[in-house]
């Protein structure tokens, strides 16, 4: 079964920093694709970035290109996400999810097959 745990939200300044953990457990992240997404109040879950696999594809939203970064640690089984430079429009809930063996990311939410619970970050400014 697998399991995603997102950690690491709380509230930061602008232009502070945040990493958000994503722990995989129940099968070996180096089989599935990872993405992070992020939903605040009144407005649709969002893409904010992914990485492939193999880990040798990533893709960002606008919004997130040169501040946020993902890599992976496959010895934890876990995927980071850090995010510099924060906004207040930042703030939201940020989720990981994860799908099956896949070589390229998925943007959409839908593309996607197991979810985390989601960790709240707050920016102020």
């Known amino acids: 079964q697998v399991q995603l745990v997102e950690s690491g939200g709380g509230s930061v300044q602008a232009g502070g920093s945040l990493r958000l953990s994503c722990a995989v457990s129940?099968?070996?992240?180096?089989?599935?694709?990872m993405g992070w997404f992020r939903q605040a109040p009144g407005k649709e879950r969002e893409f904010v970035g992914g990485?492939?696999?193999?880990?040798?594809?990533?893709d960002y939203a606008d919004s997130a290109k040169g501040r946020f970064t993902i890599s992976r640690d496959i010895a934890k089984n876990a995927v980071l996400l850090q995010m510099n430079t924060l906004k207040p429009e930042d703030t939201a809930v940020y989720y990981c999810?994860?799908?099956?063996?896949?070589?390229?990311?998925?943007?959409?939410?839908?593309?996607?097959?197991?979810w985390g619970q989601g960790t709240q970050v707050a920016v102020s400014p």
């Open positions: 999810a994860a799908r099956f063996s896949s070589g390229y990311v998925g943007t959409r939410s839908s593309w996607y097959d197991f």
């Open positions: 990485v492939s696999r193999r880990g040798d594809v990533t």
């Open positions: 129940g099968v070996s992240l180096s089989n599935y694709a």
